[in-house]
């Protein structure tokens, strides 16, 4: 499921991030457009290619798709520091390598509830004095319910100040490309290995098609080179 992705996960927090920021610092409604807009396709082509029924071609595209939403978001938040004569943190600054750390306190945070939620619905299974509908009322509140805060929620302070805010977006903008290198890299090698013939009959239509254009070109050269008589 699309969601279970860290991929999407972080690029949700992204693209929930960049609305307010916009929200709070951007006053130009084009430039507002357009990074809710690319942010906004960066999570949605991560949904798309996680689809049953699409082609591991497709997911190759999709998946490039969304990589290049998030790099043309990227450049928005570096403009507006520019722009704005705010600084850009370095990689390594402490600041940049303190909000990295954050996402892995949150995976390392949801292992534990997961794990805790697994063993009370353990002891639930066991204790036959429970009432049925009780476990599931109790089983009703994991993480697919509606939670009343933000996705950004652990980077929500950040936001007040226009120039940590704007590093902040940046920050999660390179955390989700990673994620998402990492999940077209394993697609790719998963078309490579057991892409459909139909995909692979098309590749090498396609490769003999190029290797007859260049076979015609490369003829038509040495005519064209040929010396004529008179």
Request: hydrophobic residues 25%; charged residues 40%.
């Amino acid at each position: 499921m699309y969601k279970d992705l860290k991929s999407y996960q972080m690029a949700t927090i992204v693209y929930d991030y960049s609305v307010e920021f916009c929200r709070r610092h951007i006053k130009n409604h084009k430039i507002v457009t357009q990074m809710e807009g690319a942010a906004r396709d960066g999570q949605e082509n991560i949904v798309e290619a996680s689809e049953n029924k699409t082609s591991e071609k497709i997911k190759v595209n999709l998946l490039g798709a969304s990589r290049f939403s998030l790099g043309e978001l990227l450049g928005d938040y570096e403009n507006f520091l520019r722009q704005n004569r705010l600084k850009l943190w370095g990689k390594n600054d402490p600041e940049a390598v303190e909000v990295r750390k954050i996402v892995y306190r949150i995976n390392r945070d949801n292992r534990e509830d997961k794990d805790n939620k697994d063993d009370r619905e353990d002891r639930d299974n066991k204790d036959d004095r429970e009432d049925k509908n009780n476990k599931d009322d109790r089983r009703g509140s994991g993480a697919g319910s509606y939670s009343p805060y933000p996705t950004y929620y652990p980077y929500k302070t950040y936001l007040n100040d226009p120039e940590k805010a704007a590093n902040v977006a940046i920050c999660l903008i390179h955390q989700a490309k990673y994620l998402v290198d990492q999940q077209l890299r394993a697609v790719e090698k998963n078309y490579l290995e057991h892409g459909s013939y139909q995909d692979k009959l098309k590749d090498r239509w396609k490769t003999r098609e190029l290797k007859k254009r260049e076979e015609e070109d490369e003829w038509l050269k040495r005519y064209l080179e040929k010396p004529r008589d008179g």
